[in-house]
């Protein structure tokens, strides 16, 4: 057996066990290494650069909308939680608590950020004191901990990466626009940027953050037919303004509770990445977010490697001085053809191939890492043909999972036919739901399956309930979820 074969097969295929592909591959490309903590993962560069490309679009779009980034403290007073009964049983089974620092006991529990709600709303508390105050429209960019019991790299670790927006308002009106505003935001980017298909809708009450009026959520397809919660924003009304005192003088010198939202995306955008995208050869990454787009791999007989070595060089510095995030792997003791495999598995969008021949006639060979279609350029056209195949892949990305979406997605009349489907065929289904969270149980007991979201654009409108038959309050995709 080849070298180059030897090295494919070192990745589970995904139909064969999709969980110990998606632990193969996210090792075997560096993204990420097991930490001596359980349930902790060291993000490795491959990894946290996928992060930082995350991180800048949303940050940039968050400050085009009027936003600007605070920084809280990740140490919580435990009375804090108190302060909002519902928030604090939502979060007390997964809240890590340090009760004694430098040799003494504290007087007071402290707990290890979960998320941000209370602290926030307790400086909103003293920010705050009349209309002109707001609205307040800040952003966080911080880690969380949260005691997971069952653990998977990126999708769900003790602690994690995210951003965490908290907004104070003068009115529900204006909260619930911001709420909106910021899922249109995550469903965009979502889309075009990571090229991920979401269901956009709102959160069942047993569903919904703890302490939130109403939450909404993104939820995307992995190719195993499983849901990931891709980005979540929650409307609190006053539930946090009262808890924590947000009151302000209005515009006719009435005190007036503040009208709040939080909403939030983190690395588990990573794994969901990972998993839409991904096939048996490895990662495939979305030339907006893959840490390098073009991998240029020079190629030919030793005699000739200097001569071949200083044009891809030459090359190389005009595609990084058009904004391409481009490498050169010129390695003598690897073969061409391992070195395809390498950047296959690691997902690098476009590889761009180069020897005598093709110095001869002022071509290039480019080859599309999703379609492995092979395209001969000319050189001089090189930068313009390579930004004009990037956007093709990341469109073509976008289109493939929306199939695979369409062809995975299912509709059921009961609760047998849901359980059938389940056992059957994988992917999102789609019923009727009276709104009795016994009914929402029920699903969940016999098929593993959870209601995701009520979806603002179903499909079709359901009219009975899939459990007890009576009339459907909403349509609702259930699935297994991550």
């Known amino acids: 057996m080849s070298k180059d074969k030897q090295f494919v097969t070192e990745i589970t295929p995904q139909g064969e066990d999709f969980s110990r592909w998606y632990i193969d591959v996210i090792k075997k490309a560096e993204l990420m290494d097991y930490s001596p903590v359980r349930g902790c993962i060291v993000f490795r560069p491959e990894g946290f650069e996928i992060w930082e490309h995350i991180k800048d679009e949303l940050d940039r779009k968050f400050k085009e909308t009027g936003h600007r980034n605070a920084y809280f403290p990740m140490f ?17 089974p997964e809240l890590p608590w340090v009760t004694e620092a430098g040799g003494e006991k504290l007087e007071e529990r ?13 400086m909103y508390s003293k920010w705050i004191q009349s209309y002109r105050d707001l609205p307040v429209l800040i952003n966080q960019w911080a880690n969380v901990v949260r005691w997971e019991k069952r653990t998977l790299p990126f999708l769900r670790t003790t602690e994690f990466l995210w951003q965490e927006g908290h907004t104070a308002h003068e009115t529900e009106e204006e909260a619930r626009q911001e709420t909106n505003a910021m899922l249109d935001i995550y469903t965009e980017f979502a889309e075009n940027f990571l090229a991920i298909p979401v269901i956009v809708g709102q959160k069942t009450p047993s569903e919904k953050f703890a302490g939130a009026v109403d939450t909404y959520s993104i939820e995307a397809m992995m190719k195993d037919g499983r849901a990931v919660q891709a980005g979540t924003s929650h409307f609190l009304g006053t539930n946090f303004a009262v808890a924590f005192d947000i009151k302000f003088l209005d515009r006719e010198n009435t005190q007036q509770y503040a009208h709040t939202t939080s909403w939030g995306v983190s690395t588990r955008l990573l794994g969901a990445l990972i998993m839409v995208h991904g096939d048996d050869r490895g990662l495939v990454l979305p030339p907006k977010v893959a840490p390098t787009q073009v991998i240029m791999i020079p190629i030919g007989p030793a005699k000739t490697r200097e001569q071949v070595i200083g044009r891809v060089d030459e090359l190389y510095a005009e595609l990084k001085r058009a904004g391409i995030r481009v490498k050169v792997d010129d390695r003598s003791d690897v073969s061409p053809g391992w070195k395809f495999n390498e950047y296959e598995m690691r997902g690098v969008p476009l590889r761009l191939e180069l020897g005598p021949r093709d110095m001869e006639n002022g071509q290039v060979v480019l080859v599309s890492r999703i379609t492995g279609e092979k395209r ?3 050189q001089v056209n090189l930068t313009a043909e390579i930004q004009r195949m990037l956007v093709e892949i990341q469109a073509d990305m976008l289109e493939r999972a929306k199939q695979f979406r369409a062809d995975h997605s299912h509709s059921v009349e009961t609760l047998d036919e849901m359980k059938a489907m389940m056992e059957e065929k994988r992917g999102f289904v789609l019923a009727g739901w009276c709104g009795s969270e016994a009914c929402e149980r029920q699903v969940k007991e016999e098929t593993g399956a959870t209601s995701r979201n009520i979806p603002f654009q179903p499909a079709e409108k359901k009219t009975k309930c899939l459990v007890c038959e009576e009339k459907a309050a909403h349509t609702v995709v259930f699935a297994r979820a991550y």
């Open 110 to 122: 402290l707990a290890i950020r979960p998320t941000s709600e209370t602290i926030i709303g307790h």
């Open 376 to 378: 001969i350029v000319e």
């Open 76 to 92: 919580i007073p435990e009375s804090f939680f108190q302060k909002e009964k519902e928030h604090v049983e939502g979060f007390n």
